[in-house]
């Protein structure tokens, strides 16, 4: 189904993997790109990887949407999980392409329901795991 303000797709994988994180926690991430005007699946992370290892996923001169289930402990020491959307556009990367994925961004985020907290990164220390578990507790 094409978004009629950025003439983008949605293809039927991004939100079936999206769904299996989400309710099987079959993957730590799933990394998605934008390729020939439909957002495909870019690359999936496994229930055991880490948060830098998704980071270090991210190409540094091309942007990406994530999603990032981050499970942490609470100040009252209570075991809590957020899925966590990431919109990643690096400052290397081309000005055409930062403006596909920023017109793109709202409509793909409204197929994926669940998510519970959003980043939006230029830089790597823009997302550290700090960033992270502050705007999760």
Known sequence: MANATSGMAVHDDCKLRFQELKSKRNYR?????IE???????????????YEDFTNSLPNDE???AVFDF?????????????LFIAWSPDTSKVRMKMVYASS?????????????????????????????????
């Open 29 to 33: 991430f799933v990394t998605f790109k």
């Open 63 to 65: 942007c990406r949407y």
């Open 105 to 137: 961004k709202d409509r793909f985020k409204r197929e994926l329901d669940g998510i519970q907290l959003e980043l939006q990164a230029t830089d790597p220390s823009e997302m550290s795991l700090d960033i992270v578990k502050a705007r999760a507790i």
């Open 36 to 50: 020939d005007q439909q957002v495909k699946v870019d690359k999936i992370g496994g229930p055991d990887e880490s």
């Open 71 to 83: 499970d942490f402990t609470t100040d009252e020491n209570v075991q809590k999980s957020k899925i």
